[in-house]
């Protein structure tokens, strides 16, 4: 190359970033125009924060509304001011940001006038609901000290979320379902355990908004939404135990907390009560309680005190997997953050502080919060147990047991040593019986120890630094094994490929016989009459191609197999599906986008001649008349010869791209091995063979009606036309045997000639075309379809159906690694370097 080639690449760069800058100045300006109110909202709250001086940190309660702030005060506007100055830095981001996302979303469900009606009056509503209920709980004498001093209110995402509420009632009945379960267990998480007033007001407005969603929307048909009651109860007791697990770490982070389930904060706190305690009984001038305090304090001794509150979060992770050893976690863990505290109480260790009116509601509040809720909780799950089937594999489980026991023997170990060795260190020299009980307290929460014996801590040094350490570090090595553990999951029996084959011959579509190719599994209903092959990548199952049904039953096999992949905890997709099966997907539910269009030749009427068919007639006069051969046969039927030819055009073919060779839906030499393919060779006069196709057959009612080819290689050095002279042969000679239908396979990422525009595509459908665009210099898909186009075919699109939005990176990811599952990191950095290569 020489020096002066790269020289054009600058100016190409600077319009490259041009056409960027442009993008994102339409895609702006559209937004805007989408939805002003949004917008416009956001420039108000960073307005007025600014004004107020709030976004720099300044007080500006005087526009807050407040029971006192509001009515006795007598300053009416901040009625209307609470709702659009946030009160700090942080507010100002919070409420921009969900302006810009989630109101945004609403304003599309809503419309621009109405979502700007219901800002001010649900805010306003939400606000006057609020600060009535705050002016009553203030009234009753019980509550009092769990309700918050008035502080002026200021919060715009009152009016956010009762707007985001009443529009879920027009949204899609995935969404509707999501953004309820969802926002409403974050507004109560707050409201219950933090108890502020700002959330107590937030909330109010989202119920008011719910109801005044439903009436909005009534007479307004809704699709019901087929989701199997299996993901619903995991996904909502996964998002019950998250909250419980989460609502203390609020309440701790908000100070402490005011809300009713607040006490339970002091199951977590990080001070050693106890120690604490002992040190101002024994002797106060030896044992300081500040030194004390402060030894038992620290990053490392809050992290082992908020331990069950991890533990429970990691569950619900594990819950809405579907996995039985989260079910074990969390049934664990809310038992003994139920039982250890009710101990702790009758031994006299915790002490509840009575109110000033002695009613003993601090009593039926901490009960409630630290033992009912938990116990509840965890006989629920107990019930719902045959919900989460999913086992980890038992050479994974007892991996995790040995890992953890290791674990636990070095980090005890370690700890004894250095204690041991650093006994200088404690305020009078531990004993090794004060030793052995001190390291196995530091693997425990300090709520769910009770010690014995006198005081005794280090001060300093080594052995105070394994003294706030050595507990976390032992429960990280856990909650990590738990993780891996959640990954290694007991897989269910493949299938017998024998019933998918016999059902292949009832009758299959034209990519039916995909499914016989290695790599993939079988799904079969209780009668073993209909059938879906799939591909597990990870935690997703994609189904290749149309399940085999007979028919009127291919509902009934699409819901089931869903209904399978969700009680194995797997993501379902169905990959390169026709019209018919996308269409019964969408009436269960689900969405789909393209993904390729196959190409097929119907045979009955069809014949070459014509100025049209020129480009397929010439290639093969020529060939015919230059003594190239057709010849038909198996791969068991090739000679030695045949077959190391083949291979040799297969490995030429590969070795030319240096790049990863694709599978899933691309057949290799392995595919050709099948009994039931069949083979056509262009052999030359001298017995050479030129180029080599593979054909997959379908069937209808037993019999043989088409055949998609598959597999394409040609010798790089041979004569052109050779791969027209092939398919129009098969053609011709498929056509005398009977058969109705050719198919050429599908292309990916490829669009029909055909097909509409699509002006505004999806992000998912923006992706796909510049995945096209990236991996056409390494693969040609689209030269390919094109050369395809030749044969004059009807178009038929191929589609991926997916269920959830949220679950398309992990379906993109999985087919990725369908395509290339033995891809090296210098293969896909080559991949890279040929898609830059042929983008410039």
């Not at 350490?469 to 090595?477: D, T």
């Not at 993780?483 to 017998?496: H, K, N, S, T």
């Not at 009680?567 to 099966?581: C, K, L, M, N, R």
């Amino acid at each position: 190359m020489s020096d002066a080639a790269p020289a054009p690449a600058a100016p190409r760069r600077a319009w490259r970033a041009r056409e960027r800058l442009a993008a994102l100045s339409r895609a702006a300006r559209r937004f805007v125009a989408t939805h002003p109110v949004s917008v416009a909202l956001v420039v108000v709250i960073l307005s007025t924060a600014a004004l107020t001086g709030t976004l720099w940190g300044e007080d500006a309660s005087i526009w807050g509304a407040g029971p006192l702030a509001t009515f006795a005060a007598g300053r009416w506007w901040t009625l209307v001011t609470a709702l659009v100055i946030p009160d700090s830095t942080v507010d100002a981001v919070v409420s921009a940001a969900l302006a810009i996302s989630v109101l945004a979303y609403a304003e599309r469900l809503l419309g621009s006038r109405r979502t700007a009606v219901l800002l001010g009056v649900l805010g306003l509503a939400g606000l006057l609901t609020g600060i009535g209920f705050h002016a009553a709980a203030w009234a009753v004498t019980d509550l009092r000290p769990v309700v918050a001093a008035e502080v002026p209110v200021l919060d715009p995402t009152t009016p956010i979320a009762g707007v985001v509420m009443a529009a879920t009632a027009f949204a899609p009945t995935l969404w509707r379902r999501r953004v309820r379960l969802v926002g409403f267990a974050a507004l109560a998480l707050f409201a219950l355990y933090a108890g502020d007033a700002d959330s107590w007001y937030r909330l109010s407005a989202a119920v008011i908004g719910l109801g005044v969603g439903e009436v909005l929307a009534r007479g307004r048909e809704r699709r019901a939404w087929h989701r199997s009651s299996t993901r619903e109860t995991r996904t909502l007791l996964a998002l019950v135990v998250a909250v419980v697990g989460s609502g203390p770490l609020v309440a701790l982070i908000s100070g402490g907390g005011r809300g009713p389930l607040s006490l339970v904060v002091d199951a977590y706190t990080q001070y050693d009560d106890e120690l604490l305690a002992r040190c101002a009984r024994v002797s106060s001038s030896v044992c300081d309680e500040q030194l004390a305090l402060l030894m038992t304090r620290g990053l490392g001794p809050a992290l082992l005190a908020v331990t069950p509150l991890v533990l429970m979060l990691v569950a619900a992770w594990g819950l809405r997997l579907g996995r039985r050893s989260a079910l074990f976690l969390a049934v664990f863990t809310l038992v003994a953050s139920a039982v250890i505290p009710v101990i702790s109480l009758l031994d006299g260790r915790l002490l509840i502080d009575p109110w000033v009116d002695g009613s003993g509601a601090e009593y039926v509040l901490w009960a409630v919060a630290t033992v009912v809720i938990p116990l509840v909780l965890a006989a629920v799950l107990v019930a719902a147990r045959g919900r989460f089937p999913v086992r980890a594999t038992r050479r994974a489980a007892r991996t995790v047991a040995v890992v953890i026991g290791v674990a636990f023997v070095a980090c005890a170990t370690t700890f004894f040593a250095v204690e041991a060795l650093g006994r200088r260190s404690f305020e009078r020299d531990p004993s090794v019986g004060d030793l052995v009980v001190l390291t196995l307290r530091r693997f425990l929460p300090p709520a769910y120890t009770n010690p014995a014996g006198a005081a005794n801590f280090p001060h300093h040094g080594p052995a105070l630094f394994a003294y706030q350490w050595v507990g976390v570090l032992f429960w990280a090595v856990v909650i990590a094994a738990i993780l891996w553990l959640f990954r290694r999951v007991q897989r269910p029996d493949a299938g017998d490929a024998r019933v998918y084959r016999e059902l292949l011959r009832r009758g299959s579509d034209t990519l039916g016989f995909l499914g016989t190719w290695a790599g993939n599994r079988h799904w079969y209903s209780d009668d073993r009459d209909c059938a879906v092959a799939y591909r597990l990548v990870g935690d997703v199952a994609l189904a290749v191609a149309d399940p085999l049904a007979p028919e009127g039953r291919r509902p009934e096999a699409l819901r089931a197999f869903s209904d399978f992949c969700v009680e194995h905890g797997w993501i379902p997709a169905f990959y390169s599906v026709h019209e018919d099966t996308a269409a019964d997907l969408e009436a269960l539910g689900w969405r789909h986008v393209p993904v390729g269009v196959e190409t097929v030749m119907d045979l009955a009427d069809l014949s070459f001649a014509g100025k049209a068919w020129q480009k397929v007639r010439q290639p093969l006069t020529r060939a015919e008349r230059e003594g190239y051969t057709a010849v038909w046969t198996r791969w068991r039927e090739l000679t030695v010869l045949q077959a190391s030819q083949v291979v040799a055009i297969d490995e030429e073919w590969v070795a030319d791209r240096a790049l990863p060779e694709m599978g899933f839906t691309l057949g290799s030499l392995d595919e050709l091995r099948d009994r039931d393919v069949r083979l056509l060779l262009a052999v030359g006069p001298d017995g050479r063979i030129e180029a080599v196709t593979s054909w997959m057959p379908s069937w209808t009612d037993g019999a043989v009606t088409g055949w998609t080819l598959d597999f394409m290689r040609r010798r790089t050095d041979g004569p052109n036309g050779m791969m027209e002279f092939l398919i129009a042969k098969a053609a011709l000679q498929l056509q005398e045997e009977g058969a109705s239908v050719l198919s050429l396979s599908g292309a990916p990422l490829a669009e029909a000639p055909d097909a509409a525009a699509d002006g505004d595509p999806s992000a998912l459908r923006a992706l796909l075309r510049w995945l096209a665009e990236v991996l056409e210099p390494a693969y040609g898909f689209a030269s390919l379809f094109r050369f395809k186009g030749k044969f004059r075919p009807r178009y038929r699109e191929l589609t991926l159906a997916y269920r959830d939005p949220l679950h398309l990176p992990a379906i993109g990811a999985a087919v990725g690694r369908a395509y290339l599952p033995d891809a090296s990191r210098r293969e896909i950095v080559a991949l890279a370097r040929s898609a830059w290569g042929g983008r410039r």
